[in-house]
């Protein structure tokens, strides 16, 4: 059984800084490309950065210059590096990828359970 978890959430005041972490667990094969995605109240998800397995990176123009997304491949780890928050990066964060558990299957989705990420002072 594959999972997602993530950790690295909580308060922050603006301009400060926080990390995510998601790790992928369980009988995998390969790992496509990692997302982050984000959700606030009453609002739909939307991407935030991804990032290949090779490396290649792309980002939301909200948060360009301030997220780096990182994958470590021997953990099975991505990563979401986020400085000068704003009180609209609040949200939860989910992370996002596609992971094939076998060769001779089809790759399936999956996502973590999400981590609250509040901006504020």
């Known amino acids: 059984q594959v999972q997602l978890v993530e950790t690295g959430g909580g308060l922050v005041q603006p301009g400060g800084s926080l990390r995510l972490s998601c790790a992928a667990s369980?009988?995998?094969?390969?790992?496509?490309?990692m997302n982050w995605y984000r959700q606030a109240p009453g609002k739909q998800r939307e991407l935030v950065a991804t990032?290949?397995?090779?490396?290649?990176?792309n980002y939301a123009d909200s948060v360009k210059g301030r997220f780096t997304i990182s994958r470590d491949n021997a953990k099975n780890t991505v990563y979401l590096q986020m400085n000068s928050l704003k009180p609209e990066d609040t949200a939860v964060y989910y992370c996002?990828?596609?992971?094939?558990?076998?060769?001779?299957?089809?790759?399936?989705?999956?996502w973590g359970q999400g981590t609250q990420v509040t901006v504020s002072s």
């Open positions: 990032v290949t397995s090779g490396g290649t990176t």
């Open positions: 996002n990828t596609k992971i094939r558990v076998r060769p001779w299957l089809y790759e399936n989705t999956y």
């Open positions: 369980g009988s995998i094969y390969r790992i496509y490309a």
